[in-house]
């Protein structure tokens, strides 16, 4: 099925620990994100990719990195994790005019730092 | 950045139509407005889209007056797994260089 794959969708860290979130799309859009959610919040936009090549800040982007590794992957990156960063992440893609370029998320991942 | 302003929760009944209003003072001429949907442990979900006037989809209507400064999310006869948080957000269409910044949303709770 179309959509986006996001892994791992539970992992548990201890302080300064690193990790990469990895996600992927298949329906050949242009631009990526990253957003996290913590409880009872809404969505905060980390890092985005508005095409293959390019990636910029979002609201929060303090404590991590990305790379967008070709136009289907985009990947986010703790590199030392913190207890602050507990939060679920999605991963989300943009683009196509069959759905007027709305976005399409990933289910989650659900990170807990210890 | 056009910002948003939805109710935080709200109340309803199986069967009952849901009306949500956003307010987006200041939307840009080219503005797209978009709402999702999100239940819990999940990512949001593309509900509908519009620029103007009414949208309806087979899940929802979506209503914008002429100056574009707030929409309407209209659920008609909701039940219980219509229970979910529903965002609304302002932005360009095709191009992805914008950052979109989605608001807390509006809780909506149906109960029987």
């Known amino acids: 099925n179309a959509g986006v794959t996001q892994t791992p969708k539970f992992q548990v860290l201890k302080t300064g620990q690193s990790m990469t979130l990895q996600c992927a799309q298949d329906m050949n859009h242009n631009s990526m994100y990253w957003y996290r959610q913590d409880p009872g919040m809404g969505l905060r936009l980390i890092y985005y990719?508005?095409?293959?090549?390019?990636?910029d800040k979002g609201e929060v982007p303090n404590g991590y990195n990305v790379s967008r590794l070709n136009k289907r992957e985009f990947s986010l990156r703790l590199e030392s994790a913190a207890p602050s960063q507990t939060s679920v992440y999605f991963c989300a893609s943009r683009g196509g005019r069959e759905r007027n370029y709305g976005y399409t998320f990933g289910s989650g991942t659900r990170l807990t730092v210890v | 950045l056009a910002k948003t302003t939805q109710p935080i929760s709200m109340d309803s009944y199986e069967g009952q139509e849901v009306n949500i209003t956003c307010s987006h003072n200041?939307?840009?001429?080219?503005?797209?407005i978009t709402w999702y949907q999100q239940f819990p442990s999940q990512g949001p979900r593309f509900i509908i889209q519009g620029y103007k006037t009414k949208v309806t989809n087979e899940v929802a209507s979506l209503f914008i007056p002429a100056d574009r400064k707030s929409s309407t999310l209209s659920l008609p006869r909701v039940s219980l797994s219509d229970t979910a948080v529903y965002y609304c957000?302002?932005?360009?269409?095709?191009?992805?260089?914008?950052?979109?910044?989605f608001g807390t949303g509006t809780l909506l709770a149906v109960q029987p």
């Open positions: 990719s508005a095409s293959e090549g390019t990636t």
């Open positions: 957000l302002v932005h360009l269409p095709g191009g992805a260089t914008n950052k979109l910044i």
């Open positions: 200041n939307i840009a001429t080219n503005d797209y």
